[in-house]
């Protein structure tokens, strides 16, 4: 039986417009994980420690916890589509920003940029989150939000090989090779370091911009504005305890993840001295292409088992392989790192989704809520950096156990709450 016409020409456009918008999963991926580079390459060639160098996830995701109302209301007033430019304006002056930060040469002014690309990424998190999971059918929201956010996972991937190749110039010395320098030439070479980063940042200004422009005149699907003067309750919003136990599992979650990576590149120098930078950046490239294979996979799995059961199983795996890489020496110790990678994989986007649900008609503010949680990744690094500078990287590590057990805690009780529910619809 063939289709009527207008259905499938809105089902093209949905199509064309989530292709575009997936684009912005991977753009913001690239953002996020090149700050496992900056970390690295900040720490040399601004003289910093671990725990300061971890400023940099500060400066990124404390600005999820203050714009994410803000572009949340901003949603709500002037659509979905507006919200991915205006959006990806700010990604697009933050990076841009990298090139006189290079050259003014401190810390606070790179901190400075990446807080306004940030600022972007929080309003095209929200307004790409929700049109994926709000533009199809409710049952397979986890399945769409999943498949979008594999394509997270590919510029997760690309993003350390861009660092590596890149922005790590392969000029490494030791503290005492640095110690004697002299001042000119110490100078000098931190100088070469911060330049590094200005053709990489500026390029990806450039995309960002370039794809604001394709997003403003591409067509996309008819918004449902039925809600956008419906009042904004957040007692009526956290009353629903499906949707406060799934903002506690995601700040949890993005801590643990931002932490694994942040010092990922520690851990494997501290663990093999003689394996280079570069090196590393690669092996965490490694890391984040099981991340990538995992949300793939992970969306054709949930397309036959249950999200909070998926969750459960991903969840303890992830613990096991955390203990792995925290007991155990040499190379298994940084492949069990990197499996970590696999196994967090599906836990992000399966928990927006059912926190997305849960939030009924405040679905909108809701989204906003779920992603003003990334704050995590504000909170857990550094936690993570300072255990690291007084008791060894290894050892920090099992900080992400705690957030792993919050998320398998939320899965247990969202798959409570589903067994519940089918009860009360079959009694």
């Known amino acids: 039986m063939t289709q009527p016409t207008d259905v499938l020409s809105a089902r093209r456009t949905f199509a064309a417009a989530f292709a575009l918008v997936t684009s912005l999963f991977f753009l913001w991926a690239i953002a996020h994980n090149l700050n496992d580079i900056l970390i690295k390459q900040f720490e040399k060639a601004l003289q ?97 939000i999943n498949l979008a956010q594999a394509f997270n996972g590919l510029g997760a991937v690309i993003a350390p090989i861009i660092g590596g190749m890149f922005i790590f110039s392969g000029h490494e010395r030791s503290s005492a090779q640095m110690a004697q320098l002299s001042a000119a030439s110490l100078a000098g070479f931190r100088a070469a370091e911060l330049h590094q980063v200005q053709a990489p940042y500026l390029l990806i200004g450039i995309v960002a911009f370039a794809i604001a422009t394709l997003i403003a005149i591409a067509r996309f699907p008819e918004e449902n504005r039925s809600n956008a003067a419906q009042p904004v309750s957040y007692g009526a919003l956290f009353h629903q305890r499906a949707f406060t136990a799934a903002v506690a599992a995601q700040f949890a979650y993005v801590g643990a993840q931002v932490a694994v990576w942040s010092f990922f590149i520690d851990f494997v120098k501290d663990t093999r001295p003689e394996i280079e930078e ?48 925290v007991a155990t020496a040499g190379y298994f110790s940084i492949a069990c790192l990197m499996a970590i990678s696999f196994f967090m994989s599906i836990m992000y986007p399966t928990i927006f989704a059912l926190g997305i649900a849960a939030a009924r008609e405040q679905s909108q503010i809701g989204a906003a809520v779920m992603v003003m949680t990334i704050v995590g990744g504000a909170v857990i690094p550094p936690a993570l950096g300072f255990l690291a500078d007084h008791f060894g990287v290894h050892p920090a590590y099992l900080v992400v156990l705690g957030c792993f057990a919050v998320v398998i805690v939320f899965a247990e009780f969202e798959r409570g709450a589903a067994t519940a529910r089918t009860i009360v619809q079959s009694a």
């Open 48 to 144: 910093l420690s671990r725990m300061q160098a971890s400023f940099i996830q500060v400066a990124f995701y404390i600005a999820y916890f203050i714009f994410a109302l803000p572009a949340g209301y901003a949603m709500k007033r002037i659509g979905l589509k507006r919200s991915m430019v205006m959006g990806l304006a700010f990604y697009g002056v933050g990076a841009i920003a990298f090139y006189p930060a290079a050259e003014i040469g401190t810390f606070a002014t790179f901190l400075t940029a990446l807080f306004v690309i940030a600022g972007g990424i929080v309003c095209l998190e929200i307004a790409a989150g929700a049109f994926i999971v709000l533009g199809g059918a409710p049952e397979r929201s986890a399945f769409r």
């Open 278 to 325: 570069r090196t590393a950046a690669y092996l965490l490239s490694g890391s984040l292409f099981l991340f990538m294979m995992g949300r793939f996979t992970g969306s054709l799995l949930l397309r036959s088992v249950k999200a909070p059961n998926a969750l459960i199983a991903y969840g303890v795996l992830a613990c096991c392989a955390t203990c792995g890489a």
